[in-house]
């Protein structure tokens, strides 16, 4: 019997916030854990996070200073149960 092994992608998600102090990655493939994606800065305030995903589709939005954002760069969104949108990537 032969076992299919699920190729995952590195996937890398950005977003430009130069004041903050804090950046958090959530969607559905880490479960919105505020603890699983942190995200790291750069120099010019572009801070990203770069995850390995089996294939599918995920809902995601960016968690700044305490603040949900939706990703700017992608205009790829659904609308979430609590009414407001969630971004979505999907490979």
Same mark, same amino acid.
């Given at each position: 019997?032969?076992? #299919?092994?699920?190729?995952?992608?590195? %996937?890398?998600? =950005?977003?430009?916030?130069?004041?903050?102090? $804090?950046?958090? !990655?959530?969607?559905?493939?880490? #479960?919105?854990?505020?603890?699983?994606? %942190?995200?790291? =800065?750069?120099?010019?305030?572009?801070?990203? $996070?770069?995850? !390995?995903?089996?294939?599918?589709?995920?809902?995601?939005?960016?968690?700044?200073?305490?603040?949900?954002?939706?990703?700017?760069?992608?205009?790829?969104?659904?609308?979430?149960?609590?009414?407001?949108?969630?971004?979505?990537?999907?490979?």
């Amino acid at each position: 019997m032969a076992i #299919n092994k699920i190729k995952r992608g590195r %996937v890398t998600f =950005k977003v430009q916030a130069p004041e903050a102090q $804090k950046v958090l !990655l959530m969607g559905d493939f880490n #479960n919105w854990d505020p603890k699983t994606h %942190v995200m790291k =800065k750069d120099k010019k305030g572009l801070w990203s $996070k770069t995850v !390995l995903l089996a294939p599918g589709r995920y809902e995601y939005k960016f968690f700044v200073d305490e603040e949900w954002w939706n990703d700017p760069q992608n205009d790829q969104t659904v609308i979430n149960a609590f009414g407001s949108i969630n971004n979505v990537v999907a490979f």
